[in-house]
């Protein structure tokens, strides 16, 4: 399991002119079961996204898909982390804005 913390470093108004094209593919990766949450940072200096990924190296060629990685407008930190306990449901830390 890795947590992705995506830091913006270009102007919001760039990031936002690959935000589509960035959660299709988003999308492409919950429905393989990849990715399990992900959403935005607050204030909105970049995003968060947990990966459940057999292998680091799984999980950078599929960063290197991400059109915010093609387009550098946003810097990935890694942590690998080992999850030994979870709530039953995890719907509850769902948000919509």
């Keep these: 399991m890795f947590i992705v913390s995506l830091e913006y ?3 919001l108004s760039e990031v936002e002119r690959h935000m589509e094209a960035h959660v299709i593919y988003l999308q492409k990766f919950y429905a ?3 990715f399990l949450f992900s959403g935005r940072k607050v204030p909105r200096t970049g995003g968060v996204i947990m990966a459940n990924c057999a292998n680091l190296m799984q999980l950078q060629k599929i960063i290197e898909q991400d059109p915010f990685y093609r387009a550098a407008v946003a810097r990935y930190q890694i942590t690998e982390m080992i999850p ?3 709530a039953g449901n995890l719907e509850m830390f769902k948000q919509y804005i």
């Design 9 to 11: 470093i270009k102007e």
């Design 32 to 34: 393989q079961k990849v």
């Design 84 to 86: 030994t306990m979870t």
